[in-house]
């Protein structure tokens, strides 16, 4: 069974800080995915990146960051200059890739981050 | 625009009711997903579906059903056997349930049981 762990359940900061969600996964699948969903006030889940198991390149997109590490099965992101816009509840989740298991196709999430930044 | 639509927004239940929620989507995508999130949770998998005529459970499908007759629509229905219905429910799509395929999301509806 996979699961996903979001340890910090709410993190407040102040505009222009930096501010790390972390993420830790447990999975027995040689081959899985890792996303992260960013879900605003709205309701709905954006997507935000997509990682592979078999590659543990770091990303940088803007003020976003992401470091994955499987040596510690994290999956952290890190929000540079954090905005008010960047207020949400932040969502890891896990999915694994072998093919005739039941847990194809499906997403296992955390139980999310609430991100407030104050201005 | 492409997308995902979910209707209504907001769905209010009489204990006993069965009740239908809209899914939409107009990517192409062939698999389709229903998840239910709590408060202060995350989401969890009630049905999937990787294609047309076909669906499968996930880990909370009971009280739910589903039917796949459209490859754009992928209708919920809540029955009066889900014990705890009020919940926010997020229907999702994907190209395919192949590996590492994003699911994008629609705006969800929120049911409350009166």
């Known amino acids: 069974a996979q699961k996903v762990t979001q340890a910090q359940t709410e993190i407040s900061v102040v505009e222009k800080e930096d501010v790390t969600l972390d993420c830790v996964y447990e999975?027995?699948?040689?081959?899985?995915?890792l996303f992260w969903y960013k879900q605003p006030p709205s309701g709905e889940l954006v997507f935000l990146i997509r990682r592979n198991s078999f590659d543990e390149q770091n990303e940088i997109s803007g003020r976003y960051s992401w470091n994955f590490q499987k040596s510690t099965s994290s999956f952290n992101f890190t929000i540079t200059a954090s905005q008010v816009v960047d207020s949400a509840v932040y969502f890891c989740a896990l999915r694994v890739g072998s093919a005739g298991g039941t847990s194809y196709g499906k997403l296992t999430f955390g139980q999310g981050t609430i991100l407030t930044v104050h201005p | 625009d492409g997308g995902i639509t979910q209707s209504p927004k907001y769905l209010f239940r009489k204990e006993g009711q069965n009740v239908t929620l809209s899914c939409e989507q107009n990517?192409?995508?062939?698999?389709m997903y229903w998840y239910r999130q709590d408060p202060g949770q995350g989401l969890r998998l009630i049905y999937y579906?990787?294609?047309?005529?076909?669906?499968q459970k996930g880990d909370i499908a009971e009280g739910y059903s589903v039917s796949r007759e459209k490859k754009e629509s992928f209708p919920l229905t809540v029955t009066s056997a889900q014990k705890n219905p009020t919940a926010f429910y997020l229907c999702a799509s994907s190209i395919g349930s192949l590996r590492g395929r994003e699911q994008f999301f629609g705006p969800g509806t929120r049911l409350t049981v009166l």
């Open positions: 579906s990787q294609i047309v005529n076909d669906f």
């Open positions: 999975t027995r699948d040689t081959t899985y995915y």
């Open positions: 990517l192409n995508h062939d698999a």
